[in-house]
Nanobody, 112 residues
Framework: QVQLVESGGGLVQAGGSLRLSCAAS?????MGWYRQGPGNQRTLVAG???????NYADSVKGRFTISRDNAKNTVYLQMNSLSPEDTALYYC?????????WGQGTQVTVSS
């Protein structure tokens, strides 16, 4: 069983930045961040493999950067130029032996 603990969400003004962190309780494979806004489905924001290959949703390319520290089993999401459309509950995801694990979610609210 893998536990994921997220941190770093909060309230920020449009144009501001936030950095999310997610620490896994042990070694995992690919990791990523998803988000779910009110009335919307959970969608991928960014993903990163254990080797460091990344992918992003088109809506965040050039603004968000995902990275990881394998020694700490931690993934980060640096979010810049935030807009109200980025307001959502952000979930950390990790894959291990074909099983998806999820964090509890951290709220990001961007005011206009």
């Amino acid at each position: 069983q893998v536990q994921l603990v997220e941190s770093g969400g909060g309230l920020v003004q449009a144009g501001g930045s936030l950095r999310l962190s997610c620490a896994a309780s042990g070694r995992v494979g690919a990791m990523g961040w998803y988000r779910q806004g009110p009335g919307n489905q959970r969608t991928l924001v960014a993903g990163i493999t254990s080797g460091g290959s990344t992918n992003y949703a088109d809506s965040v390319k050039g603004r968000f950067t995902i990275s990881r520290d394998n020694a700490k089993n931690t993934v980060y999401l640096q979010m810049n130029s935030l807009s109200p459309e980025d307001t959502a509950l952000y979930y950390c995801n990790a894959q291990f032996w074909g099983i998806n694990y999820w964090g509890q979610g951290t709220q990001v609210t961007v005011s206009s």
